[in-house]
């Protein structure tokens, strides 16, 4: 039986012969390569043009020693393809925010080869370049984050009006809620018919929730995804999800059957993974400001972040959140080079 590569092991919770690493956003504006492609194209262009966004996907994965890619896209990418018009100002602007059940029952059910099939295609592109120890990453926004930009109409630091949307009209959100589930089923099954190895949520506004609001809103359609992909995880690719400001849900989320929970740097590894159980892996979470620190100072925090994982097999190294585009890249280098010398020894 061939080995697997060190990131799907890891997901799989069996040991490696090093921590794999890999970094959310790293293909992105801290990267020069990127930029000069960006530079020539808008936003929404690159994610809809399979050579581009195969090509940003790709850059990382040859500059640094990274154990996983991940698809160029945008959480909002399946979104578009349900008939919801956006764009990106830079973040994603809904300029009919949805906030009627009308509204909700007139977004298309989601058919990825047809509604996004450039998603597709850049899938199946980058699998076809990458190493064979590098495995593809899939990903989509979880619902309830999905949730907030569609019926908030904009980025926020608080997202007030879809919060107070769940209290002052509970029919629209949950049926809301389901049709996002539904969607994102549908897309993450057809992300991993085109090649992706392990798929990733996003959970980026869950941690606006207590834990009694969380339980009751956001839970329940990621428990709807879970069940719709069981039999993909059945053979063998892992679900990730990543619980931004988690720390408080985190006695709800133990109980979500996934393989990998990403962690942000507010949450201690090590209590963490006591609280969620020998049945599931953790990713991260070294605070992307660490990056900037003298190399000694970020080799130190690196270490840090490995002890506080343990010894138990089942950690994937990543930041806390996504590598800020300021970023010098020889420190990501320092990063992958270090996680890997430090964790063998």
């Not at 500059?63 to 919801?84: C, K, N």
């Not at 909700?104 to 989601?110: F, G, I, K, Q, T």
């Not at 897309?187 to 834990?211: D, K, N, T, V």
């Not at 996504?322 to 010398?341: F, K, N, Q, S, Y």
């Amino acid at each position: 039986m061939t080995a697997l590569p060190p990131f799907l092991a890891a997901a799989l919770r069996q040991k490696t012969a090093h921590t794999p690493v890999w970094i959310m956003r790293q293909a992105g504006r801290y990267l020069p390569e990127y930029r000069e492609v960006r530079s020539k194209v808008d936003f929404a262009s690159l994610t809809h043009r399979p050579d581009l966004a195969a090509e940003v996907t790709l850059q990382p994965i040859r500059r640094f020693g990274l154990d996983a890619a991940i698809i160029f896209s945008d959480i909002m990418t399946p979104i578009e393809g349900m008939g919801v018009g956006l764009e990106y100002a830079p973040g994603p602007v809904i300029h009919n925010p949805i906030r009627t059940l009308t509204q909700v029952e007139a977004m298309r059910p989601l058919v990825p080869e047809q509604d996004v099939p450039y998603v597709m295609e850049s899938l199946r592109l980058v699998r076809r370049e990458l190493p064979a120890h590098v495995p593809l990453i899939g990903f989509c926004g979880a619902p309830f984050t999905l949730f907030c930009y569609l019926v908030g109409g904009k980025p926020s630091k608080e997202f007030s009006v879809p919060r107070a949307f769940v209290h002052g009209e509970p029919i629209v959100t949950a049926r809301l809620l389901d049709r996002l589930a539904d969607a994102m089923i549908a897309y993450l099954r057809a992300q991993a018919e085109a090649g992706a190895q392990a798929l990733m949520i996003f959970e980026s506004w869950g941690g606006l929730l207590g834990p009694a609001d969380f339980r009751a809103v956001a839970l329940p359609p990621m428990q709807r995804i879970v069940a719709g992909l069981q039999d993909i995880r059945a053979r063998g690719v892992p679900l990730i999800y990543f619980a931004n400001q988690g720390m408080a849900n985190l006695e709800a989320v133990k109980d979500l059957p996934v393989d990998v929970v990403g962690l942000d740097w507010r949450v201690p590894l090590g209590p963490a993974r006591k609280l969620l159980g020998p049945d599931k892996a953790v990713q991260g979470n070294l605070d992307p400001a660490v990056l900037f620190a003298p190399k000694d100072t970020l080799c130190r925090r690196i270490d840090d972040v490995l002890r506080d994982a343990g010894p138990a097999p089942g950690h994937i190294f990543n930041l806390g959140h996504g590598i800020w585009p300021e970023t010098d890249p020889d420190a990501v280098a320092r990063l992958v080079d270090h996680v890997h010398e430090s964790s063998v020894r």
